[in-house]
């Protein structure tokens, strides 16, 4: 039998080499990258991350963070479990209230806008948002579902440099104050009228809105009609707090770049600073304790990065504007209340910074707001029945008690 060789190609051989190498480098380098994510998750509070639906949804805006116990895989799935149910609540309730963009798969703000004078069908959630927005924008508490104009016309004007923006501002333009006035006095007659109508059929929910030509004619063409406005993630938060809670999802917290914070039923502890403007400088002045089943409210004149403020005449301009006459300007620089509620905790605060100083103290201690803290003047800080075991000022400031 004629022995049969075997022909072997060297080249082959190289190539498999090659390629075996290769796809081992590649290997350990995803086993590599995958223990280093592993890794990032440790025993503590982890952030769990929104997975937009659609390219309008602003998913950043709000953050949840969530304890998880035990080893970096265990803490990692159990992150990736929670996303699983935290991230589709949360694109729900984000396109609910989206005042801006229409979405296929639900009916929302803007729908319900684009229909004017037409019922439409919306889910319970809008439903009961909607309603009780509606019976605060009655209350004439410097609240409205139809005033957000005001906050954009305040961000067109600090939007402005130099002597542009101080050259617009209401108390030397006769022009911006006279165009903010209208807006008001416009918002305030829209605001008594029935602009919403609400009707509950066999577990059906509808709603109507009508709007004069008075109101439209002060909005600009990309102004939305109807907006949640500064309370608009209050309302979210809550809402996602309670479906959490629902699920057993008790130990974390919610925050918002607004400046709302709620803590679920189990929440370990924690705090957040304080900050203040002193000349000209941002600087962390204390510190706020925030404990279980507590929602906290801060409303700042400022940002990091000073784009949202100017000073004239001694005064703060800031788009958190006073509803009774358009102004963007208060007795203090930065806000902070601690309630159970966060809604109504945000919504008393927006009513106490609209009023005068006096009457704004002596309604804040009639009804016992918990931990108001405000800054004022320079180096003062107004405390109003505020435990000193849960907030602590680092700073040497003047520290006014009531």
Not at 46 to 58: D, G, L
Request: proline share 2%.
């Amino acid at each position: 039998m004629k022995k049969q060789e075997i022909q072997i190609n060297r080249k082959n051989i190289i190539l498999r080499v090659i390629l075996f190498l290769f796809f081992l480098t590649v290997g350990v380098t995803f086993i590599a990258l995958y223990f280093t994510g592993v890794l990032q998750f440790q025993k503590g509070y982890s952030k769990i991350e929104i997975i937009p639906e659609n390219q309008n949804i602003k998913a950043d805006k709000i953050v949840y963070y969530a304890y998880f116990d035990g080893n970096s895989l265990s803490v990692r799935q159990n992150v990736k479990n929670l996303q699983g149910f935290y991230s589709p609540k949360a694109n729900y309730v984000l396109m609910l209230t989206d005042e801006y963009a229409n979405y296929e798969s639900r009916n929302n703000l803007k729908t319900i806008a684009d229909n004017e004078g037409k019922e439409v069908e919306v889910d319970e959630v809008l439903y009961k948002i909607l309603q009780d927005a509606y019976t605060k924008s009655k209350e004439e508490k410097n609240y409205s579902l139809l005033g957000y104009k005001l906050f954009l016309q305040w961000d067109v004007i600090i939007g402005l440099d130099g002597l542009s923006l101080i050259n617009s501002d209401p108390s030397v333009n006769p022009e911006t104050k006279a165009l903010l006035e209208n807006q008001v006095q416009v918002i305030k007659e829209e605001s008594k009228r029935e602009f919403l109508s609400f009707r509950n059929k066999d577990e059906k929910f509808f709603v109507k809105a009508s709007f004069t030509s008075e109101y439209k004619n002060i909005l600009d063409d990309n102004d939305p009609l109807l907006s949640l406005g500064i309370l608009k993630d209050a309302y979210i938060i809550d809402y996602l707090a309670s479906q959490l809670e629902r699920e057993g999802n008790k130990d974390g917290f919610l925050i918002s770049s607004d400046g709302y914070i709620k803590a679920l039923s189990e929440y370990q502890g924690g705090s957040y600073n304080l900050y203040d403007i002193y000349d000209d400088k941002i600087s962390q002045v204390g510190s706020i304790l925030i404990n279980k089943n507590e929602s906290h409210c801060r409303y700042a004149f400022f940002d990091y990065y000073k784009s949202m403020y100017y000073s004239i005449n001694g005064q703060i301009r800031y788009p958190l504007v006073n509803m009774k006459d358009g102004m963007a300007s208060s007795f203090g620089k930065a806000f902070s209340m601690k309630g159970t509620d966060l809604l109504e905790t945000s919504y008393n605060l927006l009513n106490f910074i609209s009023l005068p100083r006096d009457e704004a103290i002596s309604l804040a201690i009639k009804k016992e707001y918990n931990n108001l803290i405000f800054f004022e003047g320079e180096k003062k800080v107004t405390t109003i029945n505020a435990d000193e075991k849960n907030y602590e000022i680092i700073s040497s400031y003047q520290i006014e008690k009531h």
